[in-house]
């Protein structure tokens, strides 16, 4: 069994994710913290309750964190990718379960301690609520099983600029942190990110399935296919936050190297550049393993049978 905890900003590929993780019965998703992000912290965090609600899963407890990167005003820019509900602009009704009263650095923090070694923590969104919680606690980057996070990119284009991945992008000095912590750190970023899409064709056969969680990822995706259409003229969309739960599911996808990685933290036009270090240049010690291949079909495969079970 494996214990999990999700840091997130739900998010139309962060619903696609979370919906992932709840189809595994070895997988023991244990709570939600929200962040700002793709849309505003209050929203990320009705929308991780009525995920939770879709999946029939309300008892799942969300606690909501950082409203703003830790020194920098926040842009709101992600509502043009995932609406200005976050979730596709499908204005779902307001959720009936209600989030907890923690907050998410001190709830993180309570949870990874009371359990060391036994919590696997994946974040898809800015990296503040992990940065506030290991600054707060440093002994947390030791306390956990591992750390799986979606964001970055070492060897290919970023996607908020043209060098920097929008999660980075979002809170860098959060990142530079959490980079330098000391955790178990695996990076599924748009190395990997990109080289998998779904399709409109995939999303038809999913469709098919007509389940509360195939009929609520066809919904909110319709906006996010849109997006990928007019501005980049794909039919179909890069899939970020599944796959980092891909890699905590079967990390045999992937293949990744050790190497260390610095956050440009700079108000130039290389902020929130994430920096490989691969000929050991800067005579530092790895901090991360890089995912920078992944087995895109048989991803593809996985997430279609667990999505679509009935
Ligand atoms: C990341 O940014 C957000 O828009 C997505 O949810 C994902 O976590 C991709 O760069
Ligand atoms: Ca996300």
Redesign the pocket.
Known sequence: MKRLIIDT??????SMAILFALRFPEIQLEALTTVF??VGVEQTTLNALRILEVAGRDDIPVVPGAGKPLLRDYRGK?YR??GRDGLGETNLPPPRAQARPERAAEYLISRIMGSPGEITLVA??PLTNLALAVSLEPRLAQNVQELVI??GAVAGPG??TPVA???IH?DPEAARIVFHAGWPLTMVG?DV?RKTVISSAYLARLKEAATPITDFISAVTAFYLRHYRERLSMDGF?V??PSAMGYVLDPTLFQSQKVYVDVEIGDGRSSGQTMADWRGQWEQPVNVNVCLDVDSSRFLDLYFEHITRK
């Open positions: 900003d739900p998010g139309i590929d962060d992000g793709n992600g990718v995932h898809i969104g979606m964001g996607n908020a991945e929008a999660n979002n748009l990110t890069y970020h936050d």
